[in-house]
């Protein structure tokens, strides 16, 4: 149930792509405590963004989870943020990561919710 969607404006290679996919989908199972079968990730890249007026690289996260808490949302900002630095060279300050407790009847698997 673990959620995380990246856009940003630079463009990744698709071998690129395919692995930092895969990083994110540890990372937030490794952070939020669940089993990576329920992990999903997506990523949007080379897309048109400004932030602060210009347009140097950037992220927009979103990361949505069932029983996402607050001590657990500084520590996945900040394993995000090492992540985006090492893997594409955006600077923290030029990410925003929005960050969403889910109830588990509002969200829906396999034909059911997980409420």
Not at 76 to 83: E, P, R, S, T, V
Not at 102 to 109: F, I, R, S
């Given at each position: 149930m673990p959620y995380l969607n990246l856009t940003t404006n630079i463009s990744v290679?698709?071998?690129?792509t395919s692995?930092?996919?895969s990083q994110f989908s540890q990372l937030l199972a490794?952070?939020?405590?669940?089993p990576e079968s329920y992990v999903m990730v997506?990523?949007?890249?080379?897309?048109?963004?400004?932030?602060?007026?210009?347009?140097?690289?950037?992220?927009?996260?979103?990361?949505?989870?069932?029983?996402?808490?607050i001590s657990q949302t500084k520590p996945?900002?900040?394993?995000?943020?090492?992540?985006l630095q090492t893997t594409l060279q955006i600077d923290s300050e030029r990410v925003y990561i929005e960050f969403s407790d889910?109830?588990?009847?509002?969200?829906?698997?396999n034909s059911s919710t997980f409420g």
């Open positions: 290679s698709a071998t690129e692995e930092l996919l490794q952070k939020t405590g669940k997506e990523m949007t890249t080379d897309k048109p963004m400004l932030f602060a007026g210009n347009n140097k690289p950037l992220a927009y996260i979103e990361c949505k989870s069932i029983g996402l808490s996945l900002a900040a394993a995000i943020c090492q992540l889910c109830k588990a009847d509002y969200w829906g698997w």
